[in-house]
């Protein structure tokens, strides 16, 4: 090596073509180059990277990097990750040619990379004659450097994507992410200084731009940022701390000096700090900006909604489809069919023909693009506002507070839960496939928001009631509708006389949202608690009718904790905790002694009621219901485990907290209520003793800390049960044995089952009511993930957002 590197500098005077092998650059990058020295690319060998350049320790080489099979980049990457992670590269979006381009550390003192017909594609613009060496740092800092070692240019000036440790953000420096998983070229979102002094996050598309990091609803006293330091100036240092002059300052998880580390804006434009795993060469993550992804704009395109769920999902709205399956930044565009009527609409504008209606999607929002913005405006006005204007696509409106946004496009949008958020979408009425008289009926309903409501809901009853009637005639229809109408008319009028606080629109609307219930209200709805619906170690659940008719369950909770605050607060973050397969939280009553929860009522009970019913009251449990309740259950644990805003073990998973709505999607209850007990070691066993045997994971008896693993377990219980139909815990005939014990020796017999070539087994073990009714490899699947979710060691069981992938995986 030392000879070599004699050799460059005896002979650079002349111009050099160094060519390294990889066998040798794999191991045997130099240190430094000298001026005149140049280094070619070899694209005949497989290897992604070509070294030119070794730090010291050997933490990070600089060289070529494969791009495409014959398409390199000058990068910096770290040479211990197993994928080889680039920390900088100078060509991201023009990489060179793999045979005859090389890097040439000029005469004059500059680095430049010229393509394989000498057409520079990247330079240090620079001339420094003193220019000595070019070397790479054990920072991942490439510099030029002088006879006295002071820096003339570094890599450090510039970013990609990606902040090394003590390399200082500044306002030249920002970060752009790359376009896609694994590519290095340039992507849409930037981290940058704006001219307020913030380190903010920008989506910068094609079409429009919009800031999302931090949470630009907010003023800056709540993002607790500092606009006022114009240093502009933020590090990463070495121990995971990143400080920033506007107060954007936070920690890793694993704070400490050994570490490497890296701060990168990744393609789908979160902002997250990884720690290496020296040993096996993987990343982890230690920080992330933004929790919840769907916060990231521009990750779905315009008239598109987008759901975590738990991976990133990007739906169209109704009446769209998409333009481009592959690549949803493109969003979605109106169907054909649809456009020609939307334009009649627009033609016949003048003669104020409504051929639209307006469907609502509850707990929604489109960011920004608003036409006008009021507050404190009536429903009716709100909705006005939109129909009068040609380019009103939708409106927004705030219950409540009566906030009104007619908008023009729609992005971003997303599941808007807290604060309370609607969106009204105008819809072509030929969208509609019901027949003509239907399509009216929901447009009455929806013009007079709140009698309709009612109307609408007394309709539903008439059909269910009635249903030969809804087929028999449309006069019948037209008639039932006009009854109800002047009944809600009259209910209507009734309340207004009555109630002084039902003076406006936001009287029903308020009561739609989390909310704190008086004591007298509740006991009024559940009748003095006359119908119970069950009752569990927690307490008793009644069933009740709220003011605005909704149904409720309405739990009476023992053994909770006694400060009201600590109650109060422990319950604002349950009640904003949203999920499909997660009972919704209405909200609480905390007067007296008594402390009750309101949550939705789920029409068709608990799983046990479904599963272990053998007197065949109910319906068997088919097939492909029970995959879909297992994926369903997972998803719900999934989010609360890895998604929402506080994560939460549920700790007491079972067929009885998991309910069943009217389509049989699971609805997981309960969550959340551990928070709530008494603190302590009593709480603890609290729920051990009230739990079911046979849900416990094994770490309850050794009193090891409790984390999302038990739920795992739990979970790995109640999917064994799905595909058997019988409780584990009287699974095993000898009475004897401990049900902890039957588990694992059940488990374990099953595991070699499920090993073996042979699977006539399956067709004795699944739930003998399906009739071999089932599907085979779903139930191998099934049983996979339950052995493997029981495990004793709570390492070797998966987490619920592998588990959701497996299902989805099978079904996609
Ligand atoms: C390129 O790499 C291959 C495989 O390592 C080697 O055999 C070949 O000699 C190299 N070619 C040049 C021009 O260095
Ligand atoms: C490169 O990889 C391909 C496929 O992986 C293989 O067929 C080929 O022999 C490899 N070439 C060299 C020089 O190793
Ligand atoms: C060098 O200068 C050219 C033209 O002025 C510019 O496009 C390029 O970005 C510069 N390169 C660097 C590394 O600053
Ligand atoms: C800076 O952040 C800390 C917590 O991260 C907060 O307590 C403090 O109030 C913030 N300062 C300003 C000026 O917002
Ligand atoms: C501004 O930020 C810089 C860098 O973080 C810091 O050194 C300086 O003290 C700050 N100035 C003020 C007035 O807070
Ligand atoms: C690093 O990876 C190894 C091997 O996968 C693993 O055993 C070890 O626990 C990991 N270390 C950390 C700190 O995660
Ligand atoms: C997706 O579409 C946008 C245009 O809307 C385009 O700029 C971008 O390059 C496309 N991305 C991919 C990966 O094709
Ligand atoms: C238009 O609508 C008709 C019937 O409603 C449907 O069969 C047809 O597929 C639609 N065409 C397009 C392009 O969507
Ligand atoms: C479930 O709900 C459906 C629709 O409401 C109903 O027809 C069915 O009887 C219910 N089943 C059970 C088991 O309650
Ligand atoms: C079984 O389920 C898988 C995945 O859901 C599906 O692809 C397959 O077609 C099903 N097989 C049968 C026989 O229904």
New binding site residues.
């Given amino acids: 090596m030392t000879m070599r590197v004699a050799y460059i500098f005896t002979t650079s005077i002349s111009f050099l073509l160094l060519l390294i092998s990889v066998a040798l650059a794999k191991d045997h990058g130099i240190s430094y180059l000298g001026p005149g020295s140049s280094i070619s690319t070899n694209s005949s060998s497989n290897s992604t990277t070509t070294t030119i350049l070794l730090s010291p320790s050997g933490a990070f080489a600089c060289g070529f990097y494969r791009v495409a099979t014959n398409a390199f980049t000058f990068s910096i990457w770290f040479t211990g990750s197993s994928g080889k992670t680039v920390a900088w590269t100078a060509n991201r979006d023009v990489p060179v040619n793999g045979r005859g381009s090389r890097l040439s550390f000029q005469e004059h003192g500059g680095l430049a990379l010229l393509d394989y017909d000498g057409t520079a594609v990247w330079s240090t613009n620079m001339t420094a004659a003193r220019a000595s060496r070019a070397e790479l740092l054990d920072s991942g800092n490439l510099v030029v450097v002088d006879q006295d070692h002071r820096q003339l240019w570094k890599s450090f000036d510039s970013a990609t994507d990606t902040l090394l440790p003590s390399q200082p953000m500044t306002r030249y420096v920002q970060l752009v992410s790359a376009s896609a998983r694994g590519l290095l070229y340039t992507g849409f979102y930037t981290l940058y200084f704006d001219s307020d002094n913030q380190l903010k996050l920008i989506y910068d598309g094609p079409e429009i731009s919009s800031i999302y990091w931090p949470n630009p609803a907010n003023k800056l006293w709540v993002n607790q940022r500092s606009a006022y330091n114009r240093s502009r100036y933020a590090v990463l240092q070495q121990t995971g701390q990143f400080f920033s002059s506007d107060n954007s300052s936070f920690d890793a998880s694993d704070l400490g000096e050994k570490v490497m580390r890296r701060l990168t804006l990744d393609y789908d434009g979160n902002l997250r700090l990884y720690s290496l795993n020296a040993t096996s060469g993987d990343w982890s993550v230690s920080w992330m900006a933004l929790r919840r992804v769907c916060d990231v704009h521009g990750l779905c395109g315009k008239n598109s909604l987008c759901k975590y769920i738990p991976k990133l999902e990007c739906s169209c709205l109704e009446g769209f489809e998409v333009v481009d399956a592959s690549n949803w930044s493109k969003g979605c565009r109106r169907k054909a069919n649809i456009t020609a009527s939307w334009d009649d609409r627009r033609r016949h504008e003048a003669n104020n023909m409504a051929t639209f209606s307006f469907s609502k999607l509850a707990q929604t929002d489109f960011y920004q693009h608003d036409l006008e913005y009021a507050d404190s405006v009536p429903f009716l006005q709100c909705k006005e506002a939109c129909s009068d204007n040609v380019d009103c696509q939708a409106f927004s409106y705030r219950r409540g507070e009566g906030k009104c946004y007619p908008k023009v496009s729609l992005l971003n949008g997303k599941n808007f839960p807290d604060p309370y958020n609607d969106i009204y979408l105008k819809v072509p009425k030929v969208v509609m496939s019901t027949p003509e008289l239907a399509s009216t009926v929901t447009h009455e309903c929806k013009i007079h928001e709140k009698e309709a409501d009612i109307s609408s809901r007394m309709f539903k009853g008439a059909i269910s009631k009635f249903k030969v009637g809804y087929f028999l005639s449309s006069a019948l229809t037209l008639l039932f509708i006009e009854v109800a109408l002047i009944i809600a008319g009259c209910l209507v009028v009734y309340k207004w006389k009555i109630g002084p606080e039902v003076t406006d629109e936001g009287y029903t609307i308020i009561s739609s949202q989390f909310r704190i219930f008086s004591h007298s209200e509740l006991l009024k709805a559940t009748n003095c608690f006359q119908e119970e619906l069950g009752s569990g170690g927690s307490g008793a659940v009644y069933k009740g009718v709220l003011d605005d008719e909704r149904t409720v369950a309405v739990k009476k909770l023992n053994d909770v904790i006694h400060g009201e605050q600590e109650f109060r607060s422990e319950l604002s973050v349950i009640g904003r905790i949203y999920h499909m397969n997660l009972v919704r939280i209405w909200g609480f009553s905390v007067e007296k002694t008594c402390k009750l929860l309101v949550s939705e009522f789920i ?3 608990s799983l046990d009621r ?1 599963l272990f019913d053998y007197q065949r009251i ?2 068997v449990l088919q097939w492909n219901q029970r995959y879909n309740i297992a994926l369903g259950v997972a998803k719900g644990l999934a989010y609360l485990h890895h998604e929402c805003l506080e994560w939460i073990v549920h700790c007491d998973v079972k067929p009885e907290n998991i309910l069943l709505d ?1 389509d ?1 999607e699971p609805k997981i209850a309960d969550f959340g209520l551990v928070k709530l007990q008494k603190r302590g070691s009593r709480a603890l066993m609290l729920s051990r003793v009230h739990g079911t045997r046979g849900y416990i994971a094994p770490e309850w008896a050794l009193n090891l800390p409790i984390t999302g693993k038990a739920d795992v377990y739990s979970y790995g219980v109640v999917l064994l049960e799905l595909v058997k139909g019988i409780r584990v815990s009287s699974w095993m005939v000898d009475a004897e044995e401990e049900v902890e014990m039957a588990v694992r020796c059940s488990t374990e017999i099953l595991k070699e089952k499920l090993a073996g070539e042979d699977q006539s087994w399956l067709l004795e073990f699944v739930d003998h009511r399906l009739d071999g009714e089932f599907n085979h490899s779903e139930a191998m699947v099934m049983l996979k993930i339950a052995v493997s979710c029981v495990e004793e060691e709570r390492s070797r069981r998966p987490s619920m957002s592998h588990v959701v992938e497996t299902m989805l995986s099978l079904v996609e």
């Fill in positions: 029409e068709n009970g479904a109910i319906p009217k049989f």
